[in-house]
């Protein structure tokens, strides 16, 4: 690996880790992320926690090939259990996942008190953002930023949230299409949601085309659809 190999969306959550950062990268298949930022001495120490042992093999391969193993360590466990109280991590970054599987992880991890040093999470759902917003409401974490960004036809989101007494309210439109995004309303945003939309068309048609009574659940896929639209009109 070199320093040009991250793809976008890695560089995009690697961008929001600061430097001198005690990472811990959660499903770190292949460990490109820790392995990058050590080469870069962006952190100063950094996990690549993985639960399957392929990928975890990988991570250690890529360790020793990047040869960052005085600050980089592959760990093999589920979610957060890799982290010990004296690792001192401040920073986790949990990308390609559900956004339930990332909720689920950081609930079992709060559980078990591994997220009390950590001041930043960096999460990349690749879909579920809506269920990832309200745990991280839920459990008084504040969204200090989103992003969203298309790479090889792909569109992403990038929430990154901090511990914080003080949270704003948050509507059933900001958990679905997320505070900071509908305020913005880039172009890669309003592309998602119409893609979103021609999803809800395609399964309207297939409801009204049903023999059963659909009729409750034809109403909330048109509900949706009108609020989508109203979203990015
Ligand atoms: N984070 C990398 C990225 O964004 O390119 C790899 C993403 S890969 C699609 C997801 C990885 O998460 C897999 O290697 C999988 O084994 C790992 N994973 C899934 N559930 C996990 C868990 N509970 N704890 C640790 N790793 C997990």
Known sequence: MNDNQLSKRLETAASYIKKGARLADIGSDHAYLPCHLAQKEQVSFAIAGEVVIGPYASAKKQIKESN????????????????????AIDT????????????????????????????????????????????????????????????????????VAE??????????????FGKQLRQEKGPVFVEKWQREY????YILNSLNESQRDVSEKKKTVEAFMTKIQEEIA
């Open 163 to 176: 511990p914080s007494d003080d949270i704003s309210a948050y509507t059933e439109d900001d958990f679905t």
């Open 68 to 87: 960052v193993q005085a600050v980089v360590e592959a760990r093999l466990g589920d979610g957060l259990a890799v982290i010990e109280k004296s690792d």
């Open 92 to 159: 986790i970054t949990i990308c390609g996942m559900g956004g339930d599987l990332i909720a689920r992880i950081l609930d079992a991890g709060k559980e078990d008190n591994r997220l009390e040093t950590v001041e930043r999470l960096i999460l990349q759902p690749n879909n579920g953002e809506k269920k990832l917003r309200q745990w991280l409401f839920d459990n008084n974490y504040g969204i200090i930023s989103e992003e969203i960004l298309k790479e090889n036809d792909k569109i992403y989101e990038i929430i």
């Open 198 to 201: 021609d999803k809800y068309t």
